[in-house]
């Protein structure tokens, strides 16, 4: 999916869509149920509102370098939390294994920025030092916005991480894996008549042969 914003073309990955377009849905859902109960129609036309102009301005602010959204994610994920929902008292444990994945990121201009790269290891390795947080750890994600979808850059890719992992005791310990978009047969399709077998019809993918000699790398050097 592609949109515009501020005259830039970005393109979206189709899975996120799907999942983003859920997930709104069913809390604009919920605020007009809860607008209508409480016979107050206005309210519901006020809080998209909001949520457009509260939009707008965390795109505008985006920065894909700043991890502290990232890891107030985090922060909220290993600690218990207690809230009411349906009328029910519902009380949450946290869990302590919940860890970042760097994928990249894309500014307002739609250009992917990286993040993988040894020096924003080194910072995410300092930010993890200064947080009260349980098993520090983090997968890298190879493809996305980190290769710009170029599926044959993961190669690459993988092998930098692999170098950091060396060169950096800290941050060997606190990678603990990377994310390979992979198939059978390299590349992808369009949805049609005359479809390769095990060709992706999603992200480009690795195909098998690539995606075996990187496991056996990954194995060897780790």
């Known amino acids: 999916m592609v949109i515009n ?3 830039e ?10 999942a983003a377009k859920t997930m709104v849905a069913k809390f604009i859902s919920e605020v007009r149920k809860e607008s209508f109960e409480n016979n107050e129609p206005t309210f519901f036309f006020t809080a998209l509102i909001i949520m457009h102009l509260m939009s707008q301005d965390a795109i ?3 920065d894909p370098k700043d991890f ?3 890891m107030n994610s985090v922060i909220a994920a290993q600690n218990s939390h207690n809230f009411i929902y349906r009328g029910m008292d519902v009380t949450t444990e946290g869990n302590d ?4 994945i760097l994928r990249g990121g894309v500014d307002k201009y739609g250009t992917c920025i990286p993040n993988y790269h040894y020096e924003d290891l080194v910072r995410l390795v300092d930010v993890y ?17 980190n290769s710009n979808k170029q599926f044959k850059e993961q190669i690459r890719i993988v092998s930098e991480i692999l170098h950091s992992r060396r060169y950096n005791d800290d941050v060997k310990k606190m990678v603990k894996g990377v994310m390979i978009e992979s198939y059978i047969e390299e590349g992808n399709q369009k949805i ?8 992706s019809i999603t992200d480009p993918c690795l195909g098998w042969e690539d995606t075996e000699k990187l496991i056996y790398k990954i194995a060897e050097e780790c």
């Open 5 to 7: 914003i501020n005259n």
């Open 129 to 145: 030092a200064k947080k009260d947080l349980k098993n520090p750890a983090a997968i890298i994600d190879a493809n996305h916005s």
């Open 68 to 70: 502290s959204v990232m």
């Open 60 to 62: 505008n602010k985006l």
């Open 9 to 18: 073309k970005i393109e979206l990955d189709n899975k996120e869509v799907q």
């Open 97 to 100: 294994l919940a860890h970042v």
């Open 192 to 199: 049609c008549d005359h479809m390769t077998y095990g060709k």
